[in-house]
Every structure is written in structure tokens, then in C-alpha cells.
């Protein structure tokens, strides 16, 4: 093991971390995230609140 090879893995996983922050992926995915949380307190509401309604704009 050279005596760099901890310096070059700090630096790399410091260039990953920031390439990763610096991405486009993490606010995409965490508005999908929060969406997928909204829709399913939603849901559990919706059947909570009144279990025996059917859909919305009078579907039967």
C-alpha cells in the first residue's frame, strides 16, 4: 500500500460526493419521493374519512 492510496480514496469519494450533489438525480427523485408519500396519505384518508364513496365526478 503506497503511502497516497488514503489521500487518493478521500479524493475520489470527495469528487463522487460531488458529482453526485452537483447532479440533476437527487431533486427529481426526492420530488417523486414526497409524491409517493402525498398520494398514499391521500389514499388512507380518503378511506378513513369515508369508506363507502366511490370515485370522484359521479362514477358509479
Known sequence: ???H???LLRLRA??????FRESL????AAIVAVGVIL???????DRTINPGATAGWGCR
Open 39 to 45: 398520494a398514499e396519505v391521500s389514499a388512507y384518508l
Open 1 to 3: 500500500m503506497s503511502p
Open 25 to 28: 438525480f437527487a431533486l427529481p
Open 14 to 19: 470527495a469528487a463522487a460526493a460531488y458529482r
Open 5 to 7: 492510496q488514503p489521500q
